[in-house]
């Protein structure tokens, strides 16, 4: 197996775009190309890859490198990746809210109204939790009463996801 990295190239031209504009839309360098990830960090984008033994690496579009470096490029991308990802989760928590309504209905499809409703009965709820679950018009995903009445409620962070439809 050989590592490479390398660029896509004009679908009709073939001519690469770490050289050229590409006119006519991308194609992959090699159609023995198996693609392990496509860095759109940078402009253009980069291509990690590899190819068979017996397959000719196109010189003008991709270059043979290292295992290491083929290791190294992809750990690189996947750290980006996954930050991104935490990134992208957090700012759709912090934007997330429900109406009340809304914020019932999706405990009432989980069958977890009940089971908050009792929870906040009980004279030992936290007083904050009740007067948030009695009278807020809206809850938002990230407020810190009700971060804790989740928790104290046994809800894991997916599961509050899952509630304000947030999808990771």
């Known amino acids: 197996m050989k590592y490479v990295k390398g660029y896509y190239v004009d679908a009709k031209d073939g001519r690469p775009a770490n050289k050229h504009n590409l006119r006519h ?22 291509i990690i890859g590899t190819l068979p033994d017996g397959a000719e690496v196109p010189t003008d579009a991709m270059e043979e490198i290292t295992k290491e470096e083929h290791s190294s ?4 991308y996947n750290d980006w990746r996954q930050q991104y990802e935490e990134q992208q989760l957090q700012k759709a928590r912090e934007s997330a809210s429900l109406s009340r309504a809304e914020f019932k209905l ?10 908050v409703k009792q929870a906040m009965a009980d004279p030992s709820a936290d007083p904050r939790a009740v007067i948030l679950w009695e009278d807020a018009l809206e809850f938002k995903r990230t407020n810190k009463d009700l971060l804790a009445l989740a928790s104290d409620l046994g ?3 997916e599961q509050l996801d899952d509630i304000f439809g947030i999808r990771t």
Not at 25 to 46: F, K, N, Y
């Open 25 to 46: 839309g991308p194609a992959l360098p090699s159609d023995d190309l198996t693609v392990d990830a496509v860095d759109r960090r940078q402009r253009p984008s980069l």
């Open 106 to 115: 999706a405990l009432l499809e989980r069958n977890e109204l009940d089971n």
């Open 73 to 76: 490029l992809l750990q690189s």
């Open 155 to 157: 809800y894991t962070q």
